[in-house]
Structure formats: C-alpha cells, structure tokens
C-alpha cells in the first residue's frame, strides 16, 4: 500500500520524543508536511533535526507551546492555522495507589490527556469540516479498557478520551472528516522503560524486566512485549490517509490482542 499524503499538513502533539516524534516521522515519510509541539525548544529543535537527516527533504516546523493551556493552543494556532491532519498524542503517566491521588493530580490528568485534545479539535476541525477532508486521532490506551489498579487517574482520562473520539466523529458525520482513537498498549519508551523499573526493580537484565512486567502487570496481552513506537506510527499513518477514508468513530486496537476487553 503507498500512502500519499503529499500537500495535507499534519499536526502532532508531544512529538519531541517516543510516539509522537515516531508518528511524525511515518507521516513525513508520507509527504505530508510535519509540525512537532513540545514544551522544550532544545529538545524539539533536536527532534526536527533527527526526523529532517532520517527523511530527507522532510518538511518540519517545530513549535514550542504548552498545550496543557489556553495559550498555548492558541501559539500552535497563530504559527499553524490551518491542518488536515491531527494527532492528538499529549499524555503523562504515573503509577500511584488510588487512594492516594490528589484532587490536583486528577486535575492535571484530565487537562492533559483530555482536556488538550479538545481543544485543539474544536479549533482545527471546522476548517476541516469547511474542506471537506480532514482526520483526527486521538491516542488513547489499553489502560482506558482494562484500567490498571496503579494508574486509574491515566485509565480515566484515557477512556473519556474515547468518548471524546466518538462524540466528535459525529459532530463531523457525513463532512468527508474522519475521528478515530487509536488503543495503544504498553509501548517501549524511555518514559516507560522507567515505568517499568519503577514496578519490578533493577536487578534484572532489560529483556526480562520486560517479560516480568508483562506477565505481572498486563498478562492479557497476546504479543507478551512491549510495542515499538513505530507499530503504533504504522497504523496512524494509515488512518491519517485516505484509504482509511470509511473509518471513523472507531477505537482501533495495537493494543497487543487483550484477550478479556471489550472496545465500545
């Protein structure tokens, strides 16, 4: 399949490292022109650098803002005011016991994962609606399904994250726009290699911290290995591109195969 994404501009959030960096650089290799967001403009610079020398003659614009913010939505805006694609890819994560989450904590959760999607498909999507063609997708988790005892705040706001998805898939219904949500499970990142270490320890070798972790912590999964980034960036690449053109207000799945989950 030759996805041609060539003269569509694609927005992807928190895309200095990990997925999102791995997303942007799938939909550059596509033709589209790539906008990186990140809070930290060395890094970001950095990023934009990397994915120019991997795909060259890609076309990058970084931009530094804080989408946890009102604000910041509105910098991507004033440097970006119109795309016709956008990922939603923002999100933090932590294990804490339930008990002991914060009102704060619960806060911050759902502005980040939640609440700066929104925002910016409620800024980007009429102009999408207005051209008739545009995609939305919003990364969502395994844990928005089978929420993890450690982390029901990220759980939280990864399951209204699809409702979200949904929801909007219909304000755009019949416009050639297409929402969907992808359910990503445990992916290989620096951030979550740490995650992982902070549940089973040091002692062991890498590979089988990773065995260990899955067996205890997520034994539904089929595949019984962390995701590479780029697994997650082969199918938002393809559901950013107009054979995917009949999906939409769908919750897709590279997930690793849970086998006891039932995706709405």
């Known amino acids: 399949m030759r996805i041609d994404?060539?003269?569509?501009?694609?927005?992807?959030?928190?895309?200095?490292?990990?997925?999102?960096?791995?997303?942007?650089?799938?939909?550059?290799?596509a033709g589209a022109r790539v906008v990186l967001t990140g809070r930290g403009r060395e890094?970001?610079?950095?990023?934009?650098?990397?994915?120019?020398?991997?795909?060259?003659?890609?076309d990058v614009l970084a931009v530094a803002c804080d989408l946890t913010t009102e604000r910041g939505e509105e910098q991507l805006y004033e440097a970006v005011p119109a795309v016709d694609v956008?990922?939603?890819?923002?999100?933090?994560?932590?294990?804490?016991?339930?008990?002991?989450?914060?009102d704060e904590e619960w806060r911050t959760?759902?502005?980040t994962n939640v609440l700066s999607a929104v925002r910016l498909i409620r800024r980007y999507l009429p102009g999408m609606t207005d051209r008739g063609w545009g995609r939305v997708l919003n990364?969502?988790?395994?844990?928005?399904?089978v929420i993890p005892a450690e982390m029901i705040h990220y759980g939280m706001s990864k399951t209204a994250l699809l409702a979200v998805s949904r929801g909007f898939a219909?304000?755009?219904?019949?416009?050639?726009?297409?929402?969907?949500s992808v359910i990503a499970g445990p992916t290989h990142t620096g951030g979550v290699e740490d995650f992982v270490?902070?549940?089973?320890?040091?002692?062991?070798?890498w590979d089988e911290a990773q065995r260990e972790f899955m067996r205890r912590h997520r034994p539904q999964s089929l595949v019984q290995r962390l995701i590479e980034p780029e697994e997650i960036a082969h199918m938002i690449?393809?559901?950013?591109?107009?054979?995917?053109?009949?999906?939409?207000?769908?919750?897709?799945r590279v997930d690793g195969g849970y086998i006891d989950s039932i995706v709405p």
């Open 109 to 111: 959760y759902f502005e």
């Open 139 to 145: 990364v969502a988790s395994d844990s928005a399904i």
């Open 5 to 29: 994404l060539a003269g569509r501009t694609a927005a992807v959030t928190g895309s200095s490292q990990g997925i999102g960096l791995a997303v942007a650089t799938g939909l550059a290799e």
């Open 170 to 180: 219909k304000e755009a219904a019949g416009t050639g726009v297409t929402v969907n």
């Open 86 to 102: 956008l990922i939603n890819n923002l999100g933090v994560f932590a294990s804490r016991p339930p008990l002991e989450i914060t």
């Open 237 to 252: 690449v393809y559901l950013s591109s107009p054979q995917a053109s009949a999906t939409t207000g769908a919750a897709v």
């Open 197 to 205: 270490r902070e549940l089973v320890g040091d002692d062991l070798p």
């Open 43 to 58: 890094r970001l610079d950095a990023a934009a650098d990397g994915l120019r020398g991997n795909v060259p003659g890609a």
